[in-house]
């Protein structure tokens, strides 16, 4: 069966990285465009960026500049390489596998979620 598991989430000081990964599994990695969503404690799920194969990449206009997504097919893993991190970024971050078809900021156009990871940055 299909299954996404996050990684790399923390605590980490305002202006600080962190790196997060998504390993898959039960469906063939290298077809499917890959997404990274977050929840903020009382707000709704929200986009933050896209991978189209490996040469159309899509971010949220709040991450734009400091996060970059990337994806390594033979690893079967999509990462989320976080950058001058805000205490605004802090959510639960959860990667997302996207059907074949549909718009790439939408939550409804991915069909699998993994359990989602913390990440917490403190001001």
């Known amino acids: 069966q299909v299954q996404l598991v996050e990684s790399g989430g923390g605590l980490v000081q305002a202006g600080g990285s962190l790196r997060l990964s998504c390993a898959a599994s039960?469906?063939?990695?290298?077809?499917?465009?890959m997404g990274w969503f977050r929840q903020a404690p009382g707000k709704e799920r929200e986009f933050v960026s896209a991978?189209?194969?490996?040469?159309?990449?899509y971010y949220a206009d709040s991450v734009k500049g400091r996060f970059s997504i990337s994806r390594d097919d033979a690893k079967n893993t999509v990462y989320l390489q976080m950058s001058n991190l805000k205490p605004e970024d802090t959510a639960v971050y959860y990667c997302a596998r996207r059907r074949p078809s549909g718009r790439y900021s939408e939550g409804g156009s991915y069909d699998y979620w993994g359990q989602g990871t913390q990440v917490t940055v403190s001001s």
């Open positions: 991978i189209i194969w490996s040469d159309g990449t």
């Open positions: 039960g469906f063939t990695f290298g077809s499917y465009p």
